[in-house]
Nanobody
Framework: QVQLVESGGGLVQTGGSLRLSCAAS????????MGWFRQAPGKERESVAV????????YYADSVKGRFTISRDNAKNTVYLQMNYLKPEDTAVYYC?????????????????WGQGTQVTVSS
């Protein structure tokens, strides 16, 4: 069983930055494809950034390319999402998820484990 705990959310002004962390336990993240997802009120959960278990080029949603960066620290068993130049439309609950040896193209339903989510609010 894998447990994921997100942290780092909060309230920030437009143009500001936040770094989200996802600490994993129960399994080494080097065997996990790790993704960050977000869900805004009234909208479906969407993939934001994904890093494959074997590394390689991450996936980013078009809406965050050039502004967000996903990274992983295998020694700390933690995945990060650095978010720069934040916009009000980035406001959402952000979730970390893990897919055991999964594809970088895995759909939301294919992820095996989810964190509890952390709120990100960007004020205009």
């Amino acid at each position: 069983q894998v447990q994921l705990v997100e942290s780092g959310g909060g309230l920030v002004q437009t143009g500001g930055s936040l770094r989200l962390s996802c600490a994993a336990s129960g399994r080494a993240i080097r065997t996990l494809t790790m993704g960050w997802f977000r869900q805004a009120p009234g909208k479906e959960r969407e993939s934001v950034a994904v890093v494959h278990w074997s590394a390689g080029s991450p996936y980013y949603a078009d809406s965050v390319k050039g502004r967000f960066t996903i990274s992983r620290d295998n020694a700390k068993n933690t995945v990060y999402l650095q978010m720069n130049y934040l916009k009000p439309e980035d406001t959402a609950v952000y979730y970390c998820a893990a897919n055991v040896l999964g594809s970088i193209a895995a759909t939301t339903n294919e992820y095996d484990y989810w964190g509890q989510g952390t709120q990100v609010t960007v004020s205009s």
